[in-house]
């Protein structure tokens, strides 16, 4: 078996980019067995909840459209060679992600982190939809069957909101400061969307390192 940690942000699109490259890694694996853990991390977590807009948000982190719009165009590129097509003009608010995160928090209890957190970057920047509003939540749990979310388990749950909060914490507190992050049996990290031959790499380091 081999361990993966995934340190992400579901308004990351490089995040989205990463989980590509490490999903078309895996599939070179079909006889072995990965356990994928997501951890939260809010690359802006003094955004206000209801979010703001999406072109104020770009203008103040970029310094203007020009330079957010070639940033833009790279991933974009990027993107591609990871058959995704990003809409980041469907994109008009820059969401909160924390309760995006609830929501993957609690599915790690069904074994669905890894879809529901396709379903989110899907969502968002694909379809340009706000996964900081509920409504859009609650359409992805309930396609993926995910029973309890609702408004008054955001509101309530107080032990996925510190594990949120706490996994964020923990991941600044050990020197991440930018995602999407990779750990890799508690030994091996990859910083940042790396090529699938990084990953198939440590792979291979981790199964000669297992025991016969």
Wanted: aromatic share 12%; hydrophobic share 35%.
């Amino acid at each position: 078996m081999i361990k993966i940690d995934i340190v992400s942000d579901t308004v990351c699109p490089w995040c989205y980019i990463g989980k590509k490259r490490l999903d078309k890694a895996i599939e070179d694996y079909s006889d072995q067995h990965f356990d994928i853990n997501w951890h939260a991390f809010q690359l802006n977590p003094t955004m206000p909840k209801e979010g703001i807009n999406r072109q104020l948000y770009l203008s103040s982190k970029f310094g203007g459209k020009e330079r957010a719009d070639s940033v833009y165009n790279q991933i974009k590129m990027a993107g591609l060679s990871s058959n995704i097509t990003f809409n980041f003009e469907k994109i008009h608010m820059m969401p909160n992600s924390f309760y995006s995160h609830m929501l993957i928090e609690l599915s790690k209890e069904s074994g669905l982190q890894n879809k529901i957190s396709a379903d989110l970057f899907e969502a968002f920047f694909i379809y340009g939809k706000n996964i900081g509003k509920f409504h859009e939540l609650n359409d992805i749990a309930q396609i993926n069957n995910i029973k309890g979310f609702s408004e008054e388990f955001l509101i309530n749950r107080k032990d996925i909101k510190e594990k949120v909060q706490n996994s964020d914490e923990i991941s600044r507190s050990k020197g991440i400061s930018g995602v999407p992050f990779f750990i890799i049996n508690d030994n091996y990290a990859i910083s940042g969307a790396q090529e699938s031959e990084v990953f198939k790499k440590i792979f291979e380091t981790c199964l000669l390192e297992s025991p016969s």
